[in-house]
């Protein structure tokens, strides 16, 4: 049998090079050697302060930037988590084993709580055990993440070891699968590329803004005038050379870039050319699936119809090792 993935991204609309290269290039190469579960996680998005009216224009965003990326709803199962109804179930059953001491120590909820002072909710105390409950609901054995959920996931783990100690053994301890990718920094190269602090780059971006997005981009600090020679592996546009460069022209740019014989400039319109070859067929497609909205939501509801089935046989599972089923 194939092993289960699970993944998911918050829906902040349409996608932007960091989700394209740290997530999902990743899912779609697992596609054929696996059973894949990726999810639009809302319920997620809504532990910090957002815009319910904008709510469904972003998901509906983010399954076009899935599809238009390769993720294909024939091939994997696409949905909205909260069409699932098993991830809330499930979640108050493991918040029933995992102590609030595990969570407070959370890196991202301390960030978070810094950053959001007067809403400090539940919810975002009780994110991890969430996301521990959408990947066991399907008892998911690979997940694919960023780095920046590397914590998440032990805590998963540790969530699935307590469940299996109380109540018999009943869940998988996922591995966590890195892709090459696994964190993209933005073009203010301070912070992982997000829509929040406004330093990415769309998938749907056209040539023009890409060019002048770069060009505003934070380079390598020691290069202050075009004769000073540079350190390719400290600057972000490297960075992302390698990531939609051919081989040839990232090494071409490193050693000229040592050697100061190619200024920022031509180094970013390189970067540029080649960022947007590679969305082309991608933006095209997005704009495809735009005109054919009925299309998209019907995949997000057969992954949604496929995924209840499967929730409903965890949920029994685990109410009758927990004595809750009549």
């Not at 290269?21 to 697992?30: D, E, F, H, P, R």
């Not at 009925?294 to 997000?300: E, F, G, T």
Request: charged share 30%.
């Amino acid at each position: 049998m194939k092993k289960r993935v699970f993944s998911g991204i918050q829906p902040t609309g349409i996608l932007h090079i960091g989700n394209y290269l740290g997530a999902i290039k990743n899912w779609v190469s697992l596609l054929d050697g696996h059973e894949c579960f990726f999810c639009i996680v809302d319920m997620h998005a809504i532990t910090v302060p957002y815009e319910p009216a904008e709510m469904q224009a972003r998901i509906f965003d983010a399954a076009v930037g899935y599809m238009a990326c390769g993720v294909d709803p024939a091939r994997c199962a696409i949905f909205v988590q909260s069409d699932v109804p098993g991830h809330a179930e499930l979640t108050w059953y493991f918040n029933t084993v995992i102590p609030v001491a595990y969570l407070e120590r959370m890196t991202q909820y301390k960030d978070k709580s810094a950053h959001f002072r007067e809403r400090i909710t539940m919810g975002l105390l009780d994110y991890p055990v969430l996301q521990a409950a959408d990947i066991l609901l399907y008892k998911a054995e690979v997940v694919p993440v960023g780095e920046d959920q590397s914590q998440h996931l032990e805590l998963t783990r540790d969530v699935a070891r307590k469940f299996n100690r109380l109540y018999g053994e009943t869940f998988p301890e996922p591995k966590t699968l890195l892709g090459k990718a696994a964190r993209v920094a933005g073009l203010d190269g301070r912070a992982k590329m997000s829509k929040t602090l406004n330093n990415y780059i769309a998938i749907t971006e056209a040539p023009e803004e890409i060019r002048k997005k770069l060009s505003l981009a934070v380079t390598d600090p020691a290069r202050r005038r075009r004769t000073d020679p540079g350190t390719p592996e400290v600057c972000n546009i490297y960075a992302l050379h390698g990531f939609f460069s051919a081989p040839g022209d990232a090494a071409r740019v490193a050693d000229e870039c040592r050697r100061a014989g190619i200024g920022c400039i031509e180094c970013k319109g390189l970067l540029a050319e080649n960022i947007a070859r590679e969305l082309a067929p991608i933006r095209a497609r997005c704009e495809e699936l735009r005109k054919d909205p009925a299309s998209v939501r019907r995949a997000l509801d057969e992954g949604a119809e496929k995924c209840r089935t499967i929730a409903r046989e965890t949920i029994r599972e685990v109410k009758r090792k927990m004595g809750l089923l009549r």
